[in-house]
C-alpha cells in the first residue's frame, strides 16, 4: 500500500500533463482542471473524465469519491498536493427513473482539520464543480479490468500510525490524539468507495485505483473520543442504466465499518475534570444577537476528557426554550445520546436550558438568544487568511452593508466570548485593520443592525534553525507556538520517516549535536508548519 501512496504522489506532481488522446481502456479522454469551474462538458459512453485540481490554498481537496449516477469512479487521490480523480462514463445520463439524459454535477470543496472537531472551527471553504452530460448512444457493457497488485510487503508505518486491514472489520481500535489511522482495503473484488468519518476524524488523504485492487484512506484525530470509519460499495453496475433510466444493481450499504477510540496525548490530560456543560451558539451571531428565523445551534452533555475500556455512555436529553417574559419552558428536542448536538430557528429572544437524564446542565457562555438583527449576515463581507505563521501581520478587511462604524470582534483559542478590538469609520462601507497572529482567533465585524459571518485564523508554528552546520555543532532551534499549545517537533534524518523527537507547551528552543542533515518540522493539533534543513558540511 506504500506504493500506491508513492503512486499517488507522483500522480499529483504530473497535473500538469496535456490531455491524451485515448484512455487505457480504448475509450476517449477529457480532462478537466482547476481553471474548468462551471463548465459543461458533453461525452459519450465509454469516455474517461480525468478530473485535475492542483493544491488548495488550505487544507485538502474532498468530493469526487463517487461519481454522478452514470459517471463511475476508478481512481481517486487526494491529499495536499492536489486532487486527480478518474471517472467512466458507463452510460447515457438516464437516471433516476428517467428516459431522458440529464446533467450530472461533480464537485469538490476544501476540508479542513478544524472542521472535524466537536466544536467546529468557520474558516472559508472554497469549491470546484462541472457539470458533465453523458450523451445518448450504447452503454459501455465491460467491466473494470484489474489486475491485483496485492499487498506490498509491510514497510515501518509512521510512529503512532494504526494500520487497519479487512479483518479489521467491525472491531474497535485505539489511537492517539496526535497519531493517525491507515484504512487499507486490497483485492479486486472490493468495490468500496473512500472511507468517511463521523466526528473527530479528518480525512488527510485518499489513495484508490480499482484497476489495481488497492486503496488507502489515512485519518487523522482532531478530538479525543469515539468515532466510526465507514466504507460503502460503489459497484460499477450501479452506474449502468437502461433505456428507463434504471441501474443494472443496488449499490448495497455499508461495506466495512470500525470504530476508532481516540485517546489524549499525555497521561495528565486523561485525568483532568470532565466537562458537562452546554453551549447556544448562532451561526452568524459573535454576540448571540440574531435576526429572526436565522439558525442557532444548542450542543453539550458529558464531554470524557479519556476513553477508556468502557464505551461512552448514553444519556436522556432535552432541550427545552423559553421566549423572554415568558415563565413557562417548552420541550423542543429529545435524544438519547452519548452527546446532545441540535438547533432551532426562533423568531423571538429566546432562552436555552438542556437536560440531561433529567439534570438541568450548566452553560459554558451564554444560554439565550436576542432577536434584534437583521436576518443573516445582511451582506457582509469579511475576510482574512485562514491560516498564518506565529508573529505575523495580517489583514482583516471587508465591506460593511453600513457607512458609519464598523465593530471588530474576536475571540481568542479558550476565550468563551467576543470581544470588541476595533471601531472603524466606514464613509464608503470598506474597511480595513491588521492583527498579529500569535494564537488561534475567530473574527467577526458588526454595525447597529446586524453582524458578519464569523471567520477563523488558525496560527502555525514556525521553527527556526541554521541551514549549515559543522558535524558535531550544538545545534540551536527555536520553535514559535501559540502559548499553552501542545506542540510536536519532528526530525527524519537521511533514509528515515518522520518521528517526533521534541515536545514543547507553547514556544521554546531546543539544541541538537549534528552528526547529520536534518530536517524537521513543528505540529500542534491543528496545523502543521513549514519544514527546514539543517545541512552537515566538512
Wanted: proline fraction near 8%.
Amino acid at each position: 500500500m506504500r506504493r500506491l501512496l508513492l503512486a499517488a504522489l507522483l500522480c499529483l506532481t504530473a497535473l500538469a500533463v496535456p490531455v491524451t488522446a485515448q484512455a487505457a481502456t480504448g475509450g476517449p479522454v477529457v480532462r478537466l482542471i482547476d481553471a474548468d469551474s462551471g463548465r459543461t462538458v458533453h461525452v459519450a459512453p465509454g469516455t474517461r473524465i480525468e478530473v485535475r485540481l492542483g493544491a488548495p490554498q488550505s487544507g485538502v481537496w474532498v468530493g469526487l469519491e463517487r461519481g454522478g449516477p452514470t459517471l463511475h469512479v476508478v481512481r481517486h487521490v487526494a491529499n495536499g498536493a492536489g486532487l486527480a480523480v478518474d471517472l467512466d462514463a458507463v452510460s447515457p445520463g438516464r437516471y433516476g427513473g428517467s428516459s431522458e439524459v440529464r446533467p450530472q454535477v461533480l464537485s469538490a470543496q476544501t476540508d479542513l482539520a478544524c472542521f472535524h472537531a466537536r466544536y467546529p472551527c468557520l474558516p472559508p471553504s472554497y469549491g470546484w464543480s462541472a457539470v458533465v452530460v453523458v450523451d445518448d448512444g450504447p452503454s459501455d457493457a465491460t467491466d473494470l479490468a484489474c489486475t491485483p497488485a496485492g499487498r506490498p510487503t509491510p514497510t515501518a508505518a509512521p510512529e503512532g500510525q494504526v494500520v487497519v486491514g479487512p479483518e479489521d472489520d467491525g472491531a474497535t481500535v485505539t489511537v492517539a490524539l496526535d497519531g493517525s489511522v491507515a484504512l487499507q482495503l486490497d483485492g479486486c473484488d472490493r468495490s468500496d468507495a473512500p472511507a468517511v468519518a463521523t466526528t473527530g476524524l479528518f480525512r488527510a488523504g485518499t489513495a484508490m485505483d480499482r484497476e489495481h485492487g488497492q486503496a488507502e484512506t489515512v485519518l487523522r484525530p482532531v478530538d479525543a473520543g469515539t468515532a466510526t470509519v465507514t466504507t460503502t460499495p460503489d459497484p460499477r453496475c450501479a452506474h449502468r442504466t437502461d433505456a428507463a433510466g434504471a441501474a443494472s444493481c443496488s449499490p448495497g450499504r455499508t461495506s466495512f465499518s470500525v470504530t476508532v477510540r481516540v485517546l489524549p496525548t499525555t497521561y495528565a490530560a486523561c485525568h483532568r475534570p470532565a466537562y458537562e456543560a452546554f453551549r447556544v451558539g448562532a451561526g452568524y451571531s459573535s454576540t448571540n444577537r440574531i435576526g429572526a428565523g436565522d439558525a442557532v445551534s444548542i450542543a453539550g452533555g458529558h464531554s470524557y476528557p479519556c476513553v477508556t475500556a468502557p464505551p461512552e455512555p448514553e444519556h436522556d436529553f432535552l432541550l427545552q426554550s423559553q421566549p423572554v417574559g415568558s415563565s413557562t419552558w417548552t420541550d423542543l428536542d429529545a435524544q438519547h445520546a452519548t452527546s446532545y448536538v441540535g438547533s432551532d430557528h426562533p423568531t423571538t429572544s429566546t432562552r436555552y436550558r438542556l437536560l440531561q437524564d433529567g439534570r438541568v446542565l450548566p452553560a459554558d457562555g451564554e444560554d439565550s438568544v436576542v432577536v434584534d438583527r437583521v436576518s443573516g449576515s445582511c451582506g457582509f463581507t469579511l475576510y482574512a487568511y485562514p491560516y498564518a505563521e506565529v508573529g505575523r501581520t495580517i489583514s482583516l478587511g471587508g465591506s460593511s452593508p453600513d457607512t458609519g462604524t464598523v465593530r471588530i470582534l474576536f475571540r481568542k483559542r479558550g476565550q468563551d466570548r467576543f470581544t470588541v478590538r476595533r471601531t472603524i469609520a466606514t464613509p464608503d462601507h470598506a474597511f480595513r485593520t491588521s492583527f498579529v497572529v500569535d494564537d488561534d482567533y475567530r473574527w467577526a465585524a458588526q454595525t447597529d443592525r446586524c453582524d458578519s459571518a464569523q471567520g477563523t485564523t488558525q496560527a502555525v508554528p514556525v521553527v527556526t534553525g541554521p541551514a549549515r552546520v559543522h558535524r558535531g555543532d550544538t545545534v540551536r532551534l527555536t520553535v514559535k507556538a501559540p502559548v499553552g499549545a501542545r506542540t510536536l517537533l519532528f526530525f527524519r534524518g537521511p533514509g528515515e520517516p518522520y518521528a517526533p523527537r521534541r515536545v514543547f507547551t507553547g514556544p521554546g528552543t531546543t539544541t541538537y549535536v549534528a552528526t547529520t542533515d536534518q530536517r524537521y518540522y513543528p505540529r500542534t493539533s491543528s496545523t502543521q508548519g513549514t519544514g527546514r534543513l539543517t545541512q552537515v558540511v566538512r
